[in-house]
């Protein structure tokens, strides 16, 4: 029987009078299946470059499950995160049986990967870690390569992608799909299986220039991922006075309906004027397997203003600029984001899109996360064959007022019309303040991993602990919705629109919020970024 863990959290706390030495936090109990295990990178791999290297750290995951076999899951995830940058290595899980045990696989992508001097993934660190499932049942994982700091002297970032033709237990070679050395830095890339034709694979991901600026570049495969086209710009947005860019660009294919097939590019738009930056959550069109696409349309402007520590102010570093996607029937899709306008600027709430017409025309956003009072953050998205959604985010309503840990919750809810959702708990009082703490953040990853297996929902999930020698570990956890709801303590509750509220900021001051929180995000990805769009 599948059961879901509704997990209770506790924090240890000291004593008064002359107070003993306080009490080290106590972890709630992992749900699910631990799916990483003790790093498999060399001891003493050296990772280049200065910052911490957190040994045994797994962060930012990702999973797909096959068309043909919906048993079959391939995730993958960085492996040690590096406080400034990146990662030590990549790290490939596949498993047979839903999810219940994993076989992993270490990727040359990176030196401490296994790469060998002169190949492709002859690289410090690693990042981005993404992977798809074709048509055919193909393998498909891409990920970010590079050595030494963006834009510095002889640094070098690359985009390589490889296949699997045996479900995730061996893979070929890393091949380049894009090089740049000084004067350019790739960031932020997915990869699409075409689940309509297992010949085309996509990856796509922004360039930032010198000046600041950054299209949308696309590399494309006509034949299962054995060969790749030359990449190219599939969209260069400009804006008068300043500087653009796309950030988290991520193609969907529609699997039915009378434009099945048809291609959808979602991404952030971040433009700069006078040293203020705006975010706007765009998508565009594909009829013709990413040849040409039609111009952008805007589903809403990006009202966030990013997670902090309640008590400590320490940052979070979320998905604030990371839209999420995913299809559902007959050309439905739905977008989610991290967007503060529901509670006037206090806070990020987890605002919800759709459209029913191929991604044309959009509804107005409602905020879904269940408790408005508290941020939630990092959204996830995921329909299931029947048309129910799944989105699951992380919220902190279970922190308290210790500032030594900082206590967090992860949530999946479900929904069949965007209106009504229910809210099941994957786990409650996990410490955030465990986690790998990167530039300007505590790190569990700018997105998760969730599938939809028949009438499961799969979250693939970093949570952190209390052991610093091992601070976040990866899970899968199996929740079925259809079971009892005594045994699940779902709770049904409805979206919400903006609506003034107390406390709100004003527009001015939001505004401003609102432009720290991008300079922020944009800082720890890419160092120096604020000095490139300031110029």
């Known amino acids: 029987m599948v059961v879901l863990l509704a997990l209770l959290g506790a924090c240890g706390g000291g004593g008064g009078g002359s107070p003993p030495p306080a009490a080290p936090p106590v972890d709630p109990p992992t749900p699910g299946v631990r799916v990483s295990a003790a790093t498999p990178v060399a001891a003493g791999c050296d990772s280049g470059g200065g910052g911490t290297v957190f040994v045994n750290a797994e962060v930012e995951p990702f999973v797909a499950v096959s068309p043909l076999n919906a048993e079959h899951l391939v995730g993958v995830w960085q492996q040690d995160r590096v406080s400034d940058a990146g990662a030590r290595a990549l790290v490939s899980a596949a498993s047979f049986d839903g999810g219940r045990t994993w076989a992993r696989s270490l990727h040359p992508m990176s030196r401490c990967g296994g790469a060998t001097r002169g190949s492709a993934g002859d690289h410090e660190r690693a990042s981005d870690p993404w992977v798809d499932i074709g048509a055919d049942g193909s393998v498909h994982l891409m990920g970010l390569a590079f050595s030494g700091s963006s834009f510095s002297a002889n640094s ?28 350019g830095f790739n960031d932020k890339n997915t990869l699409t299986a075409d689940p309509t034709d297992a010949r085309y694979v996509f990856g796509v991901w922004d360039r930032l220039d010198a000046a600041g600026n950054g299209p949308t570049l696309m590399a494309r495969s006509t034949d299962g991922g054995l060969s790749w086209e030359t990449s190219r710009i599939i969209h260069a947005p400009a804006v008068s006075g300043g500087v653009s860019q796309t950030i988290g660009n991520r193609i969907v294919v529609l699997t039915d309906g009378p434009e099945r097939g048809t291609l959808l590019n979602v991404f952030m ?20 397997k990413g040849l040409s696409w039609e111009a952008p349309i805007t589903i809403a402007d990006s009202r966030s203003v990013g997670t902090r520590d309640p008590d400590t102010g320490i940052a979070v570093r979320d998905g604030a600029v990371i839209p999420q996607i995913a299809t559902g029937r007959g050309g439905t899709l739905w977008v989610a984001w991290q967007d503060a306008r529901f509670s006037g600027g206090l806070r990020d709430a987890i605002a919800v899109s759709r459209s029913s017409d191929g991604g044309r025309t959009w509804s107005e956003p409602l905020a879904v996360n269940r408790e408005p009072a508290v941020a939630a953050f990092i959204p996830t998205l995921q329909v299931r064959a029947d048309g129910v959604v799944g989105l699951m985010h992380y919220d902190l309503r279970s922190n308290t007022s210790s500032r030594v ?9 479900t929904s069949r019309d965007g209106v009504i959702w229910a809210e099941t708990s994957i786990t409650r009082g996990f410490n955030l303040a465990g986690a790998p703490s990167v530039t300007s953040g505590l790190f569990v990853g700018d997105y998760q991993g969730l599938v939809a297996s028949g009438n499961l929902f799969i979250p693939f999930v970093a949570l952190s602990g209390s052991d610093a020698a091992n601070r976040t570990d990866i899970h899968a956890v199996r929740i079925d919705p259809l079971l009892p709801a005594s045994m699940q303590s779902t709770r049904e509750h409805a979206a919400r629109a903006a609506q003034p509220q107390p406390g709100a900021l004003s527009e001015t001051e939001f505004a401003l919020r609102r432009h720290e929180a991008i300079q922020r995000a944009m800082e720890r990805r890419i160092p120096g970024w604020r000095r490139l769009v300031s110029r």
Do not use: C, F, K
């Open 156 to 183: 070098v970032n690359q985009m390589l992608a490889s296949r699997s033709t045996d479900g995730g237990r061996t893979w070929s070679a890393p091949v380049s799909l894009q090089r740049d050395t000084a004067s």
């Open 269 to 288: 738009q971040i433009d700069t004027v006078a040293n203020r930056s705006t975010a706007t959550l765009r998508i565009m069109r594909s009829t013709d």
């Open 405 to 413: 840990t900082l206590d967090a919750d992860l949530w999946l809810l």
